[in-house]
């Protein structure tokens, strides 16, 4: 796609002393004109105020310019496009610029008790949620990252209110062909719901670092970006292909001027967050100023602060991008108005990339390739079929076919030369089988060469030994036979079409089974299987046996309730609740049962352990002492052998890992399964205490049962409701009848309320910590 420039919309507060002299504002054209020749006329008389010769006339011309505009009109004049894109699968980025005071915090997030009056953040959620559910053929996945640069530091505003330990140690990130420039090791949450996305954005909002001065009752002493990251891919599986964008939305903190903002003396905290926040808003500019030069290509200092850092994808990077200038129309400000419309003009020059980013899936494409390399193989079979070539196969050779074609090498080589023995031996009838005679040539010619320099190392030394008249076969990774000396001194039998055998056994003395065939594991296991079945099959019958001692008990029960609570309670287990506290007292047993077999599987498990750690000790002594042995003076390229009695505990090592593999994979099963099983426990003990307070109350007539419960029954859940309960849901049916998108938004309120109220005194220590840091 071509490149666009940022799209800048002006925003002006309300105000009921609107500078209608010196600021005319034309919508239709989308310009602002500034006349401050009335003011420099005033200073003129002014015997403090010198000549003022500056530039009296300014103008300026915007993509857009809302004047007195609602919250609704300022979402859908440019930010709902802006948003669409980002569903579509490009990067987009929304964020406010004005001085302090101007209404930017309002115009990004709004006023959280009116869903009316919400700001773009809601409303661009509640866009997102919508449209996704609108595509079900897409499966999307969404989650989000909120945090503040608070003093040049990064604050996860995500992270847990009640945390005492506020980590600020974030390293800013660029990944080129994923989500670009993004923060490490912050909470990223997903977010399946509108309602979850507004209680992480209200959440966050909570703990930003906020104070008070004359401008601003709650002023943002920082710059806050809450991301939301969506991955799309088709439900199908038929494509490999994901789709990733990200949505910015960015709330910069105010420009000020420490002598409109304070009264009086200056506190050096106030002091040190404007210089922080003036001198990350200049180097924003510079950025702005050398991205907006004709040609482009020079140096742009993203890496002068963090904020111009995190925000280099959304100016001159690649991301669809749009700027709210909010501008304070009062005569008062026209320094900061105007210098907030410069800064915009100047972002209208940035040009930015807007490429979709696709990435793939890697065990996706992996599958894919599988199936088409078995297509192309099932086609090179046909073909070879259509055109009479039989005995073709475009597998890899097993360990037999190897050995095969091994014997017909060496019946190559002992051929004469031009004897026709020598051309039968092997022909040629694939690539497959070409690569692998190489292959076998190879090996051979090494195994040769090892078989010389062994023998001339021998002979130097004055002896010769059995193993140095070996054809060197036992040094071959996958068996064959001898090419020359005693072969009853160098492998085992060969097994015809079922391998071979490796050392120096005979055929009576073979395994039973060879390497890769399921083995007995070194350690007997027992069967804790049946023994579990059976303990099971036990604790049901003798809760069978109980079963007809509580039915004698309940014929006894004449309707009379004990009003203390125990008694009533084991009255109500061997009566009404006979059912439900059966069915736990089994799910008990059987958590015990398998407790038991768990405890069983941990011991084997060590055993395992031991085992291996026992073998290894072996091997490792072994492998020393023959590295100590080797002669000195010998060749550089000696190949390390090793005896059978170590070749042996390899053996037994290897089936030991096994099956400690297996033994902990079970263990691990085991436990997920008890812990299930728990927490079922608790949900059933959980509902059987609430049937019986129900029906204990009914019993002593605290509570009034009116034919469908105590208090009224909830048609959707079945359950009974309380006061609370039913207030809740009146109060979600009135809001429903009034606006049905509302419910998300109504619900994050009071999860926000809910929160403010329980963390509150969290809330403002944390805010005092972090304003008290390095003053």
Known sequence: MPRQTVKVCIRTRPTANFASEA???DVAKSTVLINTAHKKAMEAHHPDVGMNNSESLYGFNFHQVLHNASQDTVYETMTRDVVQTVVDGTNGTVMTYGQTGSGKTFTMIGDTR????????????THIFNTI???PEIDFKISCVYYEIYNEKVYDLLDDLSNSETRTDFQIAEEKSGRGVHVRGLNECDIPSEQDALNFLYSGELA??????KLNRKSNRSHSIFTIYIQQRAR??????IIASKLNLVDLAGSERLKKTIDGDIDDTTKKESMYINQSLTYLEQCVVALSKKGGGGYVPYRQTKLTNVLKDSIGGNCNTLMFANMWGEEAHLEETISTLRLAARMMRVQNDTQKVESFDDAMMVKKLTKEVKELKQELLMHDAMVERSGIVYDDYTPEQKLELREKIEKF?????????????VSLSSVRQMREILNQFKRITLEKDVHIKRAVTAAANGSMTRGMDMTGAEAKGEGGTPSFGDAKDAVGDVVEGDGFGLGMAGGDLRPSQLDGSPSRNPISRGSPGKSFERDRDLSFEAQDKGAATMTATRSEFKGEVPEDKEEAFALYKRTKGRGENQQMLSLKAEVKSLKSKSKALTVECNDYKGEIDRIGGKIASKKEKRLSQMQPGGYSDDIDVVDEEEFELMKQQREAKKG?????SELMDLKDKIRNMQNDIDDRKYELLQEFDHWHGIALGTVID???????????TGEVMDDAEMFEKMELERIRAENPDSIAFFQAQKTRRANQTQNSLTIRQMGKNKRSVGV
């Open 23 to 25: 600021i005319q504002i």
């Open 114 to 125: 009116n869903f009316a009056h919400r700001g773009i953040a809601p409303r661009a959620i």
């Open 133 to 135: 559910s609108e595509r």
């Open 208 to 213: 930003r670092t906020t104070s008070q001065h």
């Open 236 to 241: 199908s599986g038929v494509s490999e292909r």
């Open 413 to 425: 080589m002992a051929a004469e030369i031009g004897s026709d023995e020598e051309y039968d031996a």
């Open 660 to 664: 400690y593999k297996a033994g902990m």
């Open 706 to 716: 009116d034919g469908g419960g105590a208090g009224k029954l909830d048609e959707e």
